[in-house]
């Protein structure tokens, strides 16, 4: 097939929208993908407030529990408890991270589309006296001064970690969601790892019930 050199800034338009527009739309896909993590979340907190409760009552009721299941099987269910626990509050801590960044998320971007909507009233009028007076003037937003400017007030190591992200992700056009990607992914792993160590606390339970 021949192209016709009239047509290829024609060519590149659409393939330039078709891709901006396919990577709104995973944009969007990931973003509501990123609400689950307050689902998760929710069943965290269950299973949390259920292994305090068995906790407390395994304290409580020492000496009882103890001659009812052998004094290795409460140790051991003490373990497998407390490291449940830690499994959730480590899922906790992942999943407030996500909740965290998804504010910020939404809040940069209605203050972004605010400035930007404001910027191209102003941008209009100065190519407008840069036509009138025959001169050329770059006005486009310049983001790496903005992320510059933004990263200033933070430490060293979160700047360094940013700028490393960022040069190894910045040919991604869902740069923006990845590390939050990552986030909801640990969150579901440690809370599917709290869940099962909390179903075999129960299988150990009857399991020493059952050696006496």
Known sequence: MVTDERTKPLEEWNRLERENTEN?????????????????DTFNNWMLIATAAITSFMIANLSEIVEFIGRDGFVYGGYI???????????KFMGLRCKMTLELSEAVQVTFAEHLQRY?????????GAKF??????????????LQEYFAPFPKPIRWLAKRHIEKQKENP??????QIKGLQ????SIFFQSLLFIYFFVELFFSIAKI
């Open 81 to 91: 408890l407390c490291l449940s626990s830690v499994l959730g509050l480590f899922g």
């Open 186 to 189: 640990v969150q579901s792993y």
């Open 133 to 146: 007076w025959g001169i050329s003037l770059e006005t486009g937003l310049r983001l790496d001064r903005i």
């Open 120 to 128: 191209k009233v102003e941008e209009e009028k100065i190519q407008n």
């Open 24 to 40: 709104a739309v995973v944009s969007s896909m990931l973003l509501a993908t990123l609400r689950i993590s307050s689902s998760l």
């Open 174 to 179: 869902q740069i923006a969601y990845l590390s």
